[in-house]
């Protein structure tokens, strides 16, 4: 499938008018990251997505219609965004050193550790000492199925090795199987909203951004690049990767709301009344106990659009599962593939290629989704998983991509831009999506 092509089929899914699609300019050939999976044309095509769709709201709110160019090279480095930060000229730190692949008596697990208490439940299970040799000889006595299903319980975040096939014949991929890459609905009644005719296509928009980590922070980022103005919800109490606040909250701003507590959900139900759009992340149902279902958001602020993600899909037995890119990777098939390609064990995209394409996946849908409440009025619900984009990055197929050549330091500086900071001078790739009239910026905000 080329980018074009995905292009196409996305705009189709939301709605778009197909007259739009000639503004697109896509350049670039693949491979473009050294993959056997076409990453490059994953990344333009979504990063196209959302440029293409951040255009048709201005376009709809009175101005006219512009050139989206988006290069295939700058589009995987934008994949690859939180490995090409600088802070002060240094590259970000390692995650915690657990974190990774092992192999089991039966196969091989992933455990993810970057979080402390997803770190000290792993151990609690294993019963052994923080370190890499002790865990590799807890588990290698262990079954991979088997202690994945124990961590899960434990509220540890695991996942089993498996290749395309086994996973095709799990039942959370069937249940998943007859789903588009997106769902979108409507969740209730509404008076149209009329887009605010501002100079940026999202400019008096607003987004309520809960999100952690990379996917849906990517989402908030991309909104926050054309305009929007995005509240990212957060707490003291809650664990965060520096690195990734760094790259991912450009253009945002930080409001502090604790939802373990009354004062705080009640802060966070003031925002969301003046919001456009509301991004989460949490588990399945668990937003819902905190009583921010989508028909209670649509109550509070009737016309807005809900955007959801999960790791694993909103339906079938996984769908309360704990994930990460790594771990649905590794569960779904790619690390298995991938290795299979390159004539080795299981090995790693060479991008968080899941996280990234939900990201703009779930920017392109707020937005499409956005119009249509203009149009046709309504409150709406968008749902978003990471298997589920990870069916849509397989449907790209395959290549012989492991002799993709390397980007150069010169390469990746001239795609970047520094900016003097709070925090100290950061370096970070410029969003790959040109819009000729209205270029992508991040206004200084807290980050």
């Known amino acids: 499938m080329r980018a074009q092509e995905a292009v196409a089929g996305l ?20 491979p473009a990251l050294p993959s056997s999976f076409r990453l490059g044309t994953v990344a333009q095509a979504a ?41 002060d000229g240094a590259a970000p730190p390692p995650g915690d050193p657990l974190t990774g692949l092992y192999r089991t008596r039966d196969g091989y697990v992933r455990i993810h550790t970057n979080f402390a208490h997803h770190r000290a439940r792993v151990l609690a299970l294993l019963g052994c000492e923080p370190t890499c040799e002790a865990v590799a000889a807890a588990l290698a006595g262990r079954d991979a199925v088997a202690f994945e299903t124990e961590a899960h319980a434990a509220g ?15 039942p959370q991929a069937q249940a998943l199987a007859t789903l588009p890459v997106l769902t979108i609905e409507r969740i209730g009644e509404a008076s149209p909203r009329p ?40 707490a003291p109490s809650l664990p965060q990767i520096e690195s990734l606040l760094h790259d991912t909250a450009r253009g945002k701003h930080v409001v502090n709301a ?18 456009d759009i509301v991004i989460q992340g949490f588990r399945p149902g668990a937003f819902d106990r905190l009583g ?45 593939e991938e290795g299979q390609a390159a004539g080795g064990g299981p090995r790693e995209l060479p991008c968080q290629a899941l996280d990234h394409a939900t990201g703009y996946l779930m920017a392109f849908a707020a937005m499409m989704t956005r119009l249509r409440q203009t149009r046709e009025g309504g409150s709406w619900l968008v749902r978003a998983s990471l298997a589920q984009t990870g069916s849509w990055v397989a449907g790209f197929g395959r290549q012989d991509g492991f002799d993709a050549i390397p980007l150069a330091a010169e390469e990746i500086g001239a795609a970047c831009e520094t900016r003097v900071t709070p925090r100290g001078s950061v370096r970070a790739v410029r969003h790959a999506a040109r819009l000729a009239d209205t270029p992508a910026a991040w206004v200084p905000a807290d980050y």
């Not at 009640?266 to 925002?271: G, I, T, Y």
């Not at 279902?293 to 079938?316: D, K, M, N, Q, T």
Request: aromatic fraction near 6%; charge should be positive.
């Open 258 to 275: 604790d939802l373990a507590t009354a004062e705080g959900r009640k802060r966070l139900a003031v925002l969301i009344r003046g919001a």
């Open 195 to 234: 887009l605010p005719r501002g100079m940026r296509p999202l400019g008096g928009i607003t987004v309520v951004d809960l999100t952690r980590v990379i996917a849906g922070p990517v989402a908030g980022r991309t909104l926050a690049a054309h305009g929007a103005d995005v509240r990212l919800v957060t």
């Open 292 to 336: 921010f279902s989508p028909v209670e958001i649509a109550r509070l602020s009737p016309g807005v659009v809900c955007v959801w993600l999960c790791a694993f899909g909103h339906v079938g037995p996984w769908a309360g599962r704990r994930g990460f890119d790594s771990l649905v990777q590794t569960a779904t098939g790619f690390n298995a």
């Open 156 to 170: 540890a975040v695991v996942t089993a090795l498996r290749n395309a096939a086994t996973w095709a014949a799990h």
């Open 47 to 87: 990063i196209a997505a959302s440029g293409l769709a951040a255009a048709e709201l201005h376009h709809a709110a009175g101005f006219p219609r512009q050139r989206i160019a988006v290069d295939m090279r700058h589009a995987a480095m934008e994949f690859q965004s939180e490995r090409h930060l600088r802070v």
């Open 11 to 30: 705009w189709s899914l939301a709605g778009g008018d197909s007259a739009a699609l000639g503004q697109l300019a896509l350049t670039g050939a693949e």
